[in-house]
Every structure is written in structure tokens, then in C-alpha cells.
């Protein structure tokens, strides 16, 4: 009977850790989704414009345009968002 007791109280401790780190995991997708929606852009533009000068190519469109979408994500972070403005 201690056995089988001992083996109920276990698997909760064990059930409540998973839960715990579901939850962290679930948190830093929340915000990568974010951060992605935001600077993602910029990101993109930037590694192709690496990877244009990797390989040799002119890269100066694809930095010109990380610098655009950089500046359009910094605009876009610091306007006042409320409910009334959800859909813009």
C-alpha cells in the first residue's frame, strides 16, 4: 500500500514539473512570434545582405532595405496601441 502511494504522490510531482515547463516553453514562443512579427523584416533583408557579400554580389538593395524595415519596426514599437486601434 506504501508502494502504491508512494507512486501517486511521484507521478503528480512529475505532472507538475512537465506542466511548468510547458508553460516557460509556451511563454518564449509568445515572444519569439512577437519579436518575429516585429523585426522580421529587418532580419531577413540583413541575412540577405550577408549572404549577398559572402558571395561576392553587390548587397547595397538589401541593406538599404534592412534600414527601411528597421525603421518602420522602431515606428511601429513606439506608437500607442489600444483597443480602438486593434485593427490598424
Same mark, same amino acid.
Given at each position: 500500500m506504501?508502494?502504491?502511494l508512494h507512486r501517486l &504522490?511521484?507521478?503528480? +510531482?512529475?505532472? +507538475?514539473?512537465? &506542466?511548468?515547463?510547458?508553460?516557460?516553453?509556451?511563454?518564449?514562443?509568445?515572444?519569439?512570434?512577437g519579436v518575429y512579427a516585429l523585426f522580421g523584416k529587418t532580419i531577413r533583408n540583413q541575412v540577405a545582405g550577408l549572404a549577398g557579400e559572402v558571395a561576392g554580389t553587390g548587397s547595397s538593395t538589401a541593406i538599404q532595405q534592412a534600414g527601411t524595415a528597421a525603421a518602420a519596426a522602431g515606428s511601429a514599437a513606439n506608437t500607442d496601441k489600444k483597443m480602438s486601434t486593434y485593427g490598424n
Amino acid at each position: 500500500m506504501k508502494s502504491l502511494l508512494h507512486r501517486l &504522490t511521484t507521478n503528480r +510531482q512529475g505532472g +507538475q514539473g512537465m &506542466t511548468e515547463y510547458i508553460i516557460i516553453v509556451a511563454l518564449i514562443a509568445v515572444a519569439a512570434i512577437g519579436v518575429y512579427a516585429l523585426f522580421g523584416k529587418t532580419i531577413r533583408n540583413q541575412v540577405a545582405g550577408l549572404a549577398g557579400e559572402v558571395a561576392g554580389t553587390g548587397s547595397s538593395t538589401a541593406i538599404q532595405q534592412a534600414g527601411t524595415a528597421a525603421a518602420a519596426a522602431g515606428s511601429a514599437a513606439n506608437t500607442d496601441k489600444k483597443m480602438s486601434t486593434y485593427g490598424n
